[in-house]
Nanobody, 116 residues
Framework: QVQLVESGGGLVQAGGSLRLSCAASGSFFSLNTMAWYRQPPGTQRELVASIASGGTTNYADSVKGRFTISRDNAKKMVYLQMSSLKPEDTAVYYC??????????WGQGTQVTVSS
């Protein structure tokens, strides 16, 4: 069983930065693929970025060059550094874990609001 707790959301002006953090529990963290998703108001949840167990990263086109995902396996943490934020980045951001066993886990979400 994996539990995920996000933190770091908030209100920021356009052009600003925020860093989201996700603390994970459970075993074999380093073997799991971690990701950040977001759900803007009235739309479906979408993948923002992912990082595999070996460190390979993948980003949505809309955030490439602005967001960076990273992980600290010793601390069981995953981060999303967001820069040059835009109002369209406003969403609830969710931490996701896809375990090496194929199970899917979600955090409770953290609100990010970017004002223009």
């Amino acid at each position: 069983q994996v539990q995920l707790v996000e933190s770091g959301g908030g209100l920021v002006q356009a052009g600003g930065s925020l860093r989201l953090s996700c603390a994970a529990s459970g075993s074999f963290f380093s073997l799991n693929t971690m990701a950040w998703y977001r759900q803007p108001p009235g739309t479906q949840r979408e993948l923002v970025a992912s990082i595999a167990s070996g460190g390979t990263t993948n980003y949505a086109d809309s955030v490439k060059g602005r967001f960076t995902i990273s992980r600290d396996n010793a601390k069981k943490m995953v981060y999303l550094q967001m820069s040059s934020l835009k109002p369209e980045d406003t969403a609830v951001y969710y931490c996701n874990c896809r375990s090496f066993r194929g199970n899917n886990y979600w955090g409770q979400g953290t609100q990010v609001t970017v004002s223009s």
